[in-house]
């Protein structure tokens, strides 16, 4: 029996079109060497070696396609960003050493000096810092806005503006963006429109189907899943992203071997990842709204969430994020998280360990009181990342929280 080894080597991107994304995420960017190993092999390594000072030049020179240098060229690399391509349904994708590697390297690639950016207001705070303290020395500068008021964006679009920038949903408060209204307004000012997909994961939604220009993930979160490395991607078409290449080629904020390995096998379990995900914090909103505690509940699948529909319509899923206000302030907030056994406290988010942190005093804490009551951060806000625990063990560890505040009230 003869079998044409190419097709054990990769699968043909023609039997890839029309797969499934929960099949994509397993069988797309198989990288399999000569060994034929199962698992993807993966190549620590900064150089690759030529059979002739002639190919040398012509790999150099860019007349034969093949691997150079480990800054711009690296098989494990390029698989990673294969997959999570063919899963936002994009042309291409670039990987980079973090979530804010993306974002800077999108930002130095596709805008220029006199350029304006309006980017909305509850994105994660280093993109914030980024905006306003870096770009802005370079010349870009920019506006941020309401992620949910259109009058606001549009207002703010001047003929220089050329980028919108969304986070959907929003960190903590999971405030949910139109993707199809902010990409129209995008398109009519020859704008690109670039969402921060991190929250969702393409299982959840593909904003490139909204008309996005370019999703940006910090691969630290749902993608690796479990906490292990720091990464990030840029994905959209080959057009926009062989600037973003180009930059990354001559400014170096790559991703490595090692961590893009982690990463293409994490993509393997995220759609059975975000099915838990999403089916414990549905679980666990609908429980907290319950506690006489609890005076609200920000989570995108409850009814009474005022984007519930654009959030059913846009998404797959809600998501593992969900935060909620205590009656009371900072004391009961902290008192509350600090009763609690097996929940981790820390910032981190998209973990299959639930976390829990207080955004007024970690994530947010560099905002000014007005920033964060304009944010709507509260001192007794508190965001949980709900992992992939029994829900019930969950509730009990919660369950401590509750009962700390009521063991307070009582005395
Ligand atoms: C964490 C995060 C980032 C930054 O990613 P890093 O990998 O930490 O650099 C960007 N956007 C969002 C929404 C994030 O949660």
Redo the contacts with the bound molecule.
């Keep these: 029996m003869t079998h044409h080894r190419e097709e054990f080597v990769r699968i043909p991107e023609s039997d890839l079109e029309g797969m499934l994304p929960d099949t994509l995420a397993v069988r797309a960017g198989q990288l399999r060497t000569a060994q034929l190993e199962h698992s993807d092999a993966i190549f620590p390594t900064s150089s690759f070696v030529y059979g002739s000072a002639a190919q040398a030049a012509a790999r150099f020179g860019g007349e034969e396609p093949g691997n150079i240098y480990s800054r711009f060229t690296n098989p494990t690399v390029q698989a990673f960003e294969r997959r999570i391509a063919a899963m936002e349904g994009g042309e291409r994708a670039v990987a980079t050493a973090?979530?804010?590697?993306a974002?800077l390297s999108t930002c130095m690639a596709l805008l220029q000096s006199g350029d304006h950016v309006v980017c909305s207001r509850g994105?994660?705070g280093?993109?914030s810092a980024l905006f306003h303290k870096y770009m802005a020395k370079f010349g870009v500068t920019t506006t941020f806005v309401s992620l949910v008021d259109g009058e606001e964006w549009a207002s703010a679009v001047r003929p220089e503006t050329r980028m919108l920038f969304v986070?959907t949903p929003s960190?903590p408060l999971c405030e949910v963006a139109d993707m199809e209204s902010l990409a129209k307004l995008a398109h009519e000012n020859d704008a690109l429109f670039i969402v921060?997909n991190?929250?969702c994961t393409p299982v959840l939604q593909r904003p490139l189907d909204y008309g996005a220009d370019i999703v940006i993930h910090?691969?630290?979160?749902y993608l690796d899943g479990q906490g292990r490395c720091?990464?990030?991607v840029v994905v959209g078409p080959d057009k926009l992203l062989e600037p973003v290449y180009g930059f990354l080629r001559s400014a170096g904020p790559t991703m490595s071997p090692f961590n893009a390995w982690v990463f293409h096998k994490g993509l393997e379990t995220l759609p059975i990842r975000m099915r838990a995900h999403c089916e414990n914090a549905l679980e666990l909103a609908e429980w907290l709204e319950q506690q006489p505690e609890v005076e609200h509940v920000y989570y995108t699948g409850l009814e009474s969430h005022p984007q519930h529909a654009i959030a059913k319509k846009q998404q797959k899923g809600f998501g593992g994020m969900l935060s909620f206000c205590l009656r009371g302030g900072r004391n009961e907030a902290w008192r509350f998280i600090d009763a609690t056994r097996m929940i981790s406290i820390t910032a981190n988010?998209g973990d299959v360990k639930t976390t829990i942190t207080h955004p007024a005093t970690t994530t947010h804490g560099r905002l000014s009181p007005e920033d964060k009551s304009a944010a709507g951060i509260t001192e007794s806000l508190v965001r949980l990342s709900v992992g992939i625990e029994a829900v019930d063990d969950l509730k009990t560890d919660l369950q401590r929280g509750f009962q700390a505040l009521q063991n307070a009230s009582n005395t």
């Excluded at 973090?98 to 590697?101: D, H, L, P, V, W």
């Excluded at 910090?218 to 979160?221: L, M, P, Q, V």
């Design positions: 973090s979530g804010m590697a974002i994105v994660f280093t993109t986070e960190n921060d991190c929250f910090s691969a630290t979160k720091v990464g990030g988010l």
